[in-house]
Structure formats: structure tokens, C-alpha cells
């Protein structure tokens, strides 16, 4: 029988690199979204939770997963979702948050959001940013067993909680998967993403990203621009500081928020658990900064 280190293999743990990802704190909103049906549901939240921006300043968001009629408030099928925000401009926070909510679940028929937080830090009010868009015509009622904003539209109506809370977790956890082929890249990548949705109070915003980034760069303006030694096809132009071992191809990174450290954790050591045995995957890594930029470095080793 093979022998076992909290689950990982004595003859794939070498795979694992003795490196650390650096990781940081952030405000957080868990929201739940409901809908009539479910393909509405999924187009609210994925497109909610879209296109990641905390790096520039914007909110990054996720699906967590998708929950029972027997799990919400007002007994239909939902969606949980995380919204992120690096810094303590809580009113940039609220304006962010209200374009997500507003241009991506408001105008899409059936849905409503509800505060999702537990224990939170504080709350971020919805009437100001999202309530008027009832034009004043929007009321506050109780229902489901919360006061809820209730905001007249063409296919009446929607709904959204009066406040949602906001917490404090972490941001930025991540490792590399370093592979030979593509399909091992999509492979890995998926049953990742589908252990990460089992589990609760994290998100993966990336999904499956293909661009590893570093804080030092020639166009400033931009922001974040791509790890040039750990991308395959630079090896040859730059032999003397490429960082990519010579069977690797392909470099995708898996991202990992959540609301406390100890499911950070958790969630990225099942993560890699979970592919340690995918034919074409032959390393394990993770980005970090010379541990010059996160306020906590955690070794990958050290998870297990």
C-alpha cells in the first residue's frame, strides 16, 4: 500500500516545490443571488462575478457555488458569490459593487440578492447606489424574513437586501501547475475548479488563469504585466533567466480567495491534491514576489 502524508502519495510529493505564495488581506461581500430558473441564475452570477479587477483598483468576484431551493430564502435555486476589494475605500467598495449588481443581475429577469455575510465587520447600504434605480419610485418591505429593497422594473420587479455585510479575508493564495500537454492543463484545471465548488467561504476568481504576473514592468500605465521567465515560449530568448524546466509547456496558475485563512489553506491543499496523479502534470509551484508584496507567505510544503 502506498504510503501517505495527509493524503499526498510519498511517490508525488516530490512534485510539490519547497516555494511559498504570498497572499493579503481584503474586504469581502458574500451575496446570494435567486432566480425563476436556473440558466438565469448562472448567467447573473457568472457575469457578476466577472472579468477580476482588484489589481487595478476594481472589484474581483467569484462564484462559490450553486445552492438548493431548500438553502434560500425564498425557497427557489441560488447562487452564492464573493465580491473583493483590496483597500479600505469602503465607498468605492459600494460603487464598484453596485455596477456588478446593477448592469449584470438587476436587468435580468426574476433575480434578487441577499446578504450572505455572516459576522460581518460592517454593512454597505444598497439604496443609495442601487435602490434609486426605482427613479424614487422604490419601496423597502419586509419579506423572507429580511428588509428588502424592492425596485420597480419592466419585468416587475427586483429585489436586493437593504444592506450586505462585509468582512475581512484573504486574497491572492495561488500555485502553479506546471504541465507537458494542453489537455493535461484543461484536465487538472477542471477537476480543480470542480473540488473547489464543493467546498464553502472560498472562490477561485481566475478559474483556470494563463497569465502568471509580477509587480516590476516596462509599461507602468498597465499594471501587472507577465512573469517573463515563467513563460514556455521565451525559454529559448532568454536561456540564462527562464525559470520554466525543460519538460513544462504550459504554466497555468489557480487562484484562491477566502473569508479566513484556515480555508485558504485548506481549499489550495485539496486543490493540488487533486491532480497530483493527472498524467502530464510534473510540478507544483506558486507566484510570489521575493515576499516583498503580501503581508503573509505561506510554503506550499507546510500544507501538508
Known sequence: ???????????NKNLIEDTFFECFSGKYIRALITADDKDTLKQAAFDSTSTPGAVIGRIE?????FVSPDETPDGRDGAIVQYWFGSDDLEKFELELSYRIRQDILVKPFTRVFNYTTEPKGTIGMMKQVGHCGDGYEWIENKYGREMINIPIAVPDFQIESELGYGEGIMGANFWYMCETKESVLKAGKIIIDELYKLSGIIAPFGICSAASKVETNYPWIGPTTNHPYCPSLKKNLEYISKVPNNVKYIPEIVINGINMGVVKEATKIAIESILNID?????????????????????????
Open 61 to 65: 468576484g467569484g462564484v462559490e457555488r
Open 280 to 304: 502530464g502534470v510534473v510540478k507544483i509551484s506558486a507566484g510570489n514576489f521575493n515576499g516583498e508584496l503580501g503581508e503573509y507567505n505561506i510554503n506550499l510544503l507546510d500544507l501538508f
Open 1 to 11: 500500500m502506498l504510503t501517505t502524508i495527509f493524503g499526498v502519495g510519498m511517490d
